[in-house]
């Protein structure tokens, strides 16, 4: 008895298994969980989801099914160590691969702000991957979150590189404002609201923003384009942008990535 998916998250040693379960199977989830933990032998504790993402803080509430209580992991990806508690924080392990390519394409000697911070993902891999990096701000309002940014940073060896601030990014981002040269936008719900503070942050010569959205297949093109002249109206620089399909969301609704050049 199979549920309709399940994502993995940690790593060999330790995983938590997060699985959605549809109503008609509700009967057979411990007999679900029982079959996870015994196909995946790293995985010691077995979550449902019984919420979407809410709250300013983005988390779900979840339901423990099976194994052990303590959901704390250390999940691999690319190499770099994230230490979580997935009933505590926000972080998606489908993402992996998007926070990769952010990672690749920015250059030495940026500075770079991220948005939404998290438990640091995009900020460890990037100071990875790109170890010329100048600086990359990390801004995350739940202080849970904030604190295994910290021990991430710490995990990972790069606390030369970055800069953990618990705060909402309304405020917190004033003091970076004229000083960065690439905004990571990973807020998908609500990311056009904070675009104008994000372009704020970037140099006076311009710079890369990487806005992440939730549309629906057959308007994404239209809704985009039509978000984009209404911003040209409101700052004074010229925009290129490319749209890519970043994941599945529900049907025929994805998540996308708009890659903004602004100069």
């Known amino acids: 008895m199979k549920p ?7 790593s ?4 938590v298994a997060i699985v959605e379960i ?3 199977l509700k009967n057979k989830e411990k007999e679900i969980a029982k079959e996870i933990l015994k196909e995946h032998k790293n ?8 919420s979407e993402r809410k709250g300013v803080f983005r988390t779900r509430e979840y339901e423990f099914l099976l194994g052990d209580k303590n959901t704390e992991v250390i999940h691999i ?3 770099c160590k994230l230490k979580l508690d997935p009933q505590k924080v926000y972080f998606s392990s489908r993402e992996g691969t998007e926070r990769a390519r952010i990672s690749k394409i920015v250059k030495p000697k940026e500075t770079v702000l991220i948005m939404f911070a998290g438990i640091g993902p995009f900020s460890v891999i990037i100071a990875k991957k790109q170890p010329k990096v100048n600086k990359i701000i990390s801004i995350e309002i739940n202080p849970i979150a904030v604190d295994y940014m910290k021990e991430n940073i710490r995990l990972n060896r790069v606390s030369d590189k970055i800069i953990p601030i618990l705060g909402d990014v309304k405020e917190k981002c004033k003091e970076w404002f004229g000083k960065c040269d690439r905004v990571v936008m990973p807020l998908p719900q609500d990311a056009w609201s904070f675009f104008e503070i994000a372009n704020q942050c ?3 010569k311009g710079g890369f923003i990487h806005l992440y959205t939730i549309e629906k297949e057959n308007v994404v093109e239209n809704e985009i384009k039509n978000n984009i002249n209404n911003l040209k109206k409101k700052i004074n620089r010229k925009i290129k942008f490319k749209i890519r399909k970043v994941l599945p969301y529900s049907p025929r609704t994805n998540k996308y990535c708009i890659d903004l050049k602004l100069n």
């Open 77 to 79: 990806e690319y190499g």
């Open 202 to 204: 970037l140099k006076k």
């Open 43 to 50: 995985v010691k504790s077995v979550l449902k989801k019984t």
């Open 4 to 10: 309709t998916s399940y994502d993995i998250i940690g």
């Open 22 to 24: 549809p109503d008609e």
């Open 12 to 15: 060999r040693e330790k995983a």
